[in-house]
């Protein structure tokens, strides 16, 4: 196409909404550059179409970039621009803000909301539980003209399921049915989850049996609904009897019925019904086998999690967060910390985002238990799979390498973080370091201290100067040590001094030494004459 010199913005257009389908923002984004390098202005409707992709595919970081370099550009967003972009507001933690400054933006613009934009709105506010934000928009909708249809009747209705709110949605239902529109699956399925949650489970049963009336209960998802609204109400009879009433209970059902008794406290119960669904099927998916090992890692069953382990093993079904995370604390809480260890390192390996507190909390255990190099793994695993990490982290790894005397890996991590560490702390490795750490580095943990903003004080210069007199081998060392004090302001105190003096043999020059602590004392005064200042 593009050696022909047909492509065009429509040609362009219809490739990004293919990318966008085949999932790959990838490609997207390497040809929208390549447009830009080809053509002087992108034209808006190949923006749209990148934004679609983009978003489509949950990268919504990358599609406000795009935005906001349009923007820079001086193309002007439509309203499918902005409708794009709201629908990505949906999945984002603050997306209820980021979709009213895009709202916000658009009127700035002069454009108008129209029936679309107004019914992602709806749905960013049920999403975020903005329920009273959400009346006000389907309101202000119906206000401007714009006729409510079965979405934006669900969306409301999805905000009114958040809080129970079940007198709200039988209004907004008289209101559905007296627009002319009739209720489908989604909706009718919506307002049993309202019920349930709201414990008004009479109607509940019998909107249950319209649905089934009315075909829309085929698959599992309303009786699970149900099942779950029962278990949580205390009524776990009702929900087991409707549970083995259903027909062809598949996984899902088995999960939500499992999950709902191990949220209720009922432990032995949905341990019972793990291994009913385990004898009785071959196959499992992930959510199945996370509800299962949760389960039984409630009820300490140690045989059971690593049968789960074998099994998914055998299934070659890959673990998710929710996966490792639940092995780690059960681990953590039945005090195998290698177990959590290696569960931690396969997570890492894999790719997977750690849980800082917990694994904040296994590295300091494994400590306690002995594994100091595998509390540092640990630390290093946390620390270069997150940007940043709480700074009680590095105190803690500290700690637990200068009890265990590594001290050369305990260096590593106060030359890197020592001014996220506590001075009590710094002092403590200092002292342990100038005992028995690698004599080689003692200069440069003194300069990575002082980098911190630490002032090294004259005890630890005095244990590095006995030190280095002990083996006269490294008196270069120490030499440097003494002329970067100088250069800093420091200057021995009068043990160390008379220590100096009193084997200055050892450097061949017993004036040397003299000069070097005269230059010293004037450096030490002059410096804190400029501090007084």
């Known amino acids: 196409m593009q050696e022909r010199e047909m492509t065009n913005v429509a040609s362009y257009s219809s490739y990004f909404k293919y990318l966008g389908l085949s999932r790959d923002p990838a490609r997207a984004l390497q040809v929208y550059g390549a447009i830009q390098d080809r053509l002087m202005r992108v034209h808006v409707s190949v923006c749209n179409s990148v934004l679609g992709c983009l978003v489509k595919n949950g990268r919504f970081d990358s599609s406000f970039k795009l935005y906001d370099e349009m923007i820079r550009e001086g193309l002007s967003p439509d309203p499918f ?187 032995q119960e949905s341990k019972q019904l793990a291994k009913e669904f385990e004898t009785e099927n071959a196959s499992y998916d992930l959510v199945m086998l996370n509800t299962s090992l949760r389960t039984y890692c409630s009820t300490n069953d140690m045989e059971s999690v690593m049968g789960m382990l074998k099994k998914m093993d055998e299934l ?33 390996t894999k790719g997977h985002q750690l849980n800082e507190e917990l694994c904040s909390h296994v590295m300091v255990q494994l400590g306690k238990a002995g594994f100091p190099s595998e509390a540092f793994s640990v630390y290093n695993m946390l620390r270069y799979s997150k940007r940043t990490v709480h700074k009680s982290l590095h105190e803690k790894a500290l700690g637990i390498l200068v009890s265990a005397e590594l001290l050369k890996d305990a260096y590593i991590v106060v030359k890197d973080n020592a001014e996220l560490i506590s001075p009590s702390s710094l002092e403590k490795f200092a002292r342990s370091f100038m005992v028995s750490g690698n004599i080689n580095l003692i200069n440069d943990v003194m300069k990575a201290l002082n980098r911190s903003g630490w002032r090294v004080s004259q005890d630890i210069f005095g244990r590095a100067i006995q030190r280095y007199i002990r083996k006269p081998d490294k008196k270069h060392l120490l030499l440097c040590l003494l002329d970067w004090m100088t250069g800093q302001g420091y200057s021995v105190d009068s043990s160390s001094r008379n220590l100096l003096l009193k084997n200055a043999q050892l450097f061949g020059q017993n004036q040397l030494i003299a000069e070097i602590l005269s230059k010293q004392q004037t450096a030490s005064r002059t410096i804190g004459q400029r501090h007084k200042k």
Not at 101 to 112: A, D, H, T
Not at 325 to 348: G, P, Q, S, W
């Open 81 to 267: 621009t902005y409708s794009t972009l709201l629908s990505g507001c949906m999945k984002l933690k603050q997306g209820y803000t980021k979709a009213m400054g895009l709202i916000n933006e658009m009127k700035s613009r002069g454009l108008q909301m129209d029936s679309v934009i107004y019914g992602t709105l709806l749905a960013i506010c049920a999403s975020h539980n903005y329920c009273e934000e959400a009346e006000v928009y389907f309101q202000k909708m119906k206000d401007e003209g714009h006729s409510p249809n079965l979405f934006h009747y669900s969306s409301l209705l999805n905000a009114y399921s958040e809080n129970a709110d079940y007198g709200k949605a039988e209004m907004l239902m008289k209101d559905l049915r007296s627009s002319g529109l009739t209720p489908n699956k989604v909706i009718l399925t919506t307002l049993l989850k309202v019920y349930s949650k709201g414990g008004i489970f009479e109607k509940a049963k019998e909107l249950l049996t319209e649905l089934e009336a009315s075909g829309f209960a085929q698959d599992e998802m309303p009786y699970c609904i149900l099942i779950d609204g029962l278990v949580k109400g205390g009524k776990i009879e009702e929900a087991q009897m409707l549970f083995s009433e259903m027909k062809g209970k598949d996984g899902y059902a088995f999960s939500i019925m499992i999950s709902a008794l191990h949220r209720g406290g009922h432990h």
């Open 316 to 348: 070659n079904i890959s673990p998710d967060n929710i996966t490792f995370n639940t092995l780690i604390r059960y681990f953590c809480n039945a005090k195998v910390y290698h177990l959590a260890y290696k569960t931690i390192e396969d997570m890492h």
